[in-house]
């Protein structure tokens, strides 16, 4: 009995050990001394993402934490489309993560006072020297008043005609077109039965991405729904209302399906109910992982655009103003950007590192050879420009954004005149000024 | 004689009621006053979400933009076809399948069962299976509607304001008519049965029946469904914004939508503030209005 005791006893103070080193985060060095365990909050829609996203993330804070086993990563998983109000509603109780995931909308961050400027943080040399004017143009351009640097791009894409090579056999296509006019006949074309020619998103009410779609048509014709010498909203410009005229027109011919969301008709492409898309580089990891009849019938296309240009965007970190960790914080960043992790990013998502550095001929040559369809891709990649301007104050982009897609839905569904549905929304959105 | 008083009135007997109710007092004050108070204080300034600490007063600038906003008419017109809408169908629904569950049939207890089922299912499943059931290509009821030839081709239930609100107004109904039907069916097995039957004696006919004994008997009930079902119609907001997001072009944007658009989409906490006490006010006069036209009619009868 008295040694059944006696072990019940040493087990108990083993167990009572064991969880106050765990409980207590700490670990000693090899001097002996003890290190503090810090612990970062990092929210972003790319954990538990699943696939390609998801498995370069887990990838790269895996080996970061394995690098500074001092810093262990809490990572939070908030899908895209609740991040933005979880984020705000964080930043605005005072329980603001240290580092998060921010895109085209860094700006109403900074006009916040929500972000660590990383001038001090970090190495400005390194980005200045080897990152694309995504990172070192538009990013300073979110701090309209100092051009501070508030944030590190840790990946960039753009968007590109995709389309399903057999289907075009099928209807007998030869070449994709190259202009809107043609573009919108080929739509018309490769209708048929369960399938639709092209989608562009018209769920009505969804603004967000709405935009999308809009922005990708008026850059393409030469504009931008941002007049980038002012910062002010340019939605009654030539290019902004040819782009709401020709969605118009694929719309009404039933080339486009309806009510579906982007997820459904990124899906509808994977199968083959749809035959083109404007979309970026991931699509292809997305659509195999959908359907692998996808890997062999994927093909990229020249713009059926007067210009080369295609909005660009660059996703990046930066570090809340409370962290109580800010170096921590910054060298979470630095190593989602370094050289090894940059170069994981391009193989396993195929989104455009921002570390140009990284882009060498030989990698170049590399990717081509396992997709052919990505050089084009490569080729245009020095056309980008940014999607969001950050010269439109921040807080309004979000606005700007609704009133545009209002009006557009008043085109698509209310049959108005684009000319006059887009001059009254520049008309609103000036007023917002 | 005035401190005899003053004294008999602080005893603790006199007291006690009022401690009984403090409690109830206290969390009716943290969860209802509190909060109605900032949201009036916040709305007279142009805090954003994510600058709280740095509001400005700017007096009743946000009333003013809401009231002269290009979505005001929009906004309104689509609160009252869905509040008018909702509680009228909800109502005529639960009536009529509360008729039918108050007569003796075989089987009775499983189709109040089943008819009760869409009350228990959650918003946002409830919203799932109708936009599936609603879905152009795929939806099963798009394919009867095809098939019976009232509709052509992909038909867009969301892409034009009327059929918007109208889908809307279906899941409304589907989620929300086992209420009615449960509290009218309550209401009518309350009402003497010997009314009916020297009404049949007499030689009424089902219809006069039912006028003459079933509404009347029901006018209590009734009062409190209606003001229950508005109330809930106006706050309504998860069916509205998972089917359309308050689209197309605002034509869905009910009070709720737009409050909460403003407050937590666009970060506007001020004008998001201005527009819910804009409802409070609303929904204020309804219930005055409510109680002056039934509850008082009802206590003087």
Known sequence: MLR???????????????????????????????????????????????????????????????????????????????????????????NAPDVAAFGGNLAKY???????????LID????????????????????????????????????????????????????????????????????????????????????????????????????????????????????????????????????????????????????????????GMWMHGLAIGWDETAAGDFETADTPFPTRRVPGFAEVNAILADSEHKEEAALLIQYLANEEQQRRLVEITQL???????????????????????????AYADDAVPMDPNEMPGELKVEVHRIWGKYFDRVLFEDMDPAEAMRLAQEEATNLY | MNQQILRRGLSRESLLPYAYILPALLVIAGLL??????????????????????????????????????????????????????????????????????????????????LIVPWAVPQVVLVIIWQWMLNPRYGVLNYFLNVAGLVEGDFSWFSSAPTAMTAILLATLWKQYPLGMLILLAGMQ??????????????????????????????????????LLTIWHFGNFTIIWLMTQGGPADATATLTIFSYLHAFKLSRIGYGAAI????????????????????????QE
């Open chain 1, 4 to 94: 059944v005791l006696r072990m019940v006893l040493v087990f108990s103070l083993g167990v009572l050990v064991a969880t106050l080193s765990f409980a207590a985060g700490a670990q000693e060095d090899d001097d002996g001394m003890e290190e503090e365990q810090i612990v970062l909050r990092y929210p972003h829609w790319f954990f538990g993402h699943g696939g390609n996203f998801e498995e370069w993330i887990n990838g790269a804070v895996d080996a970061f934490e394995a690098e500074y086993p001092n810093i262990q990563v809490e990572r939070e998983h908030v899908p895209y489309d609740q991040y933005w109000e979880q984020l705000d509603i964080a930043i605005a109780s005072g």
């Open chain 1, 110 to 120: 900074v006009a916040a006072g929500a972000l660590t400027p990383l001038n001090d």
């Open chain 1, 124 to 279: 400005m040399e390194d980005v200045e020297r080897n990152f694309s004017a995504l990172q070192t143009e538009l990013i300073p351009a979110a701090d309209s008043e100092e051009g501070r640097t508030f944030a590190l791009a840790f990946d960039s894409g753009f968007y590109l005609p995709l389309y399903r090579p057999s289907l075009f056999e099928e209807e007998g296509i030869r070449e994709f077109p190259t202009t809107p006019d043609a573009f919108v006949d080929m739509a018309r074309e490769l209708t048929a039965g369960d399938r639709y020619g092209y989608a562009f998103m018209n769920n009505p009410g969804n603004y967000n991405e709405q935009r999308i779609d809009l922005i990708i048509w008026t850059v393409g014709l030469g504009g931008h729904y941002v007049d980038r010498s002012t910062g002010e909203p340019a939605l009654d410009s030539p290019e902004v209302i040819q782009a709401v005229t020709y969605l118009k027109e694929l719309h009404d011919a039933g080339a486009v399906p309806r009510d579906t969301d982007k997820g459904t008709y990124r899906k509808m492409f994977a199968t083959k109910n749809v035959a083109v898309i404007i979309d």
């Open chain 1, 352 to 378: 455009i590192p921002p570390r140009t550095s990284v882009f060498t001929d030989e990698l170049k040559a590399d990717l081509i050879e396992r997709w052919p369809w990505y050089e084009r891709f490569i």
């Open chain 2, 33 to 114: 006053f509190i909060p109605i108070v900032r949201a009036v204080l916040m709305s007279l300034t142009d805090v954003r979400l994510l600058s709280i600490g740095r509001a400005r007063f700017v007096g009743l600038a946000n009333y003013v933009e809401f009231f002269t906003s290009p979505s005001f008419t929009r906004v309104m017109v689509a609160t009252l076809v869905y509040v008018i809408g909702g509680v009228s169908l909800t109502y005529v629904f639960g009536m009529f399948t509360a008729l039918i569950l108050n007569r003796d049939f075989l089987g009775r207890g499983l189709a109040r069962t089943i």
């Open chain 2, 190 to 227: 309350s009402i003497p049965r010997e009314l009916y039957e020297v009404a049949e004696v007499d030689g009424a006919s089902a219809l006069q029946r039912f006028r003459y004994i079933t509404l009347p008997g029901l006018r209590y009930i009734t009062s409190v469904l209606l003001l």
């Open chain 2, 276 to 299: 819910g006490v804009v409802i409070l006010c609303i929904a204020l006069f309804i219930t005055v209005l409510y109680f002056r036209l039934f509850v008082r009619s009802l206590q």
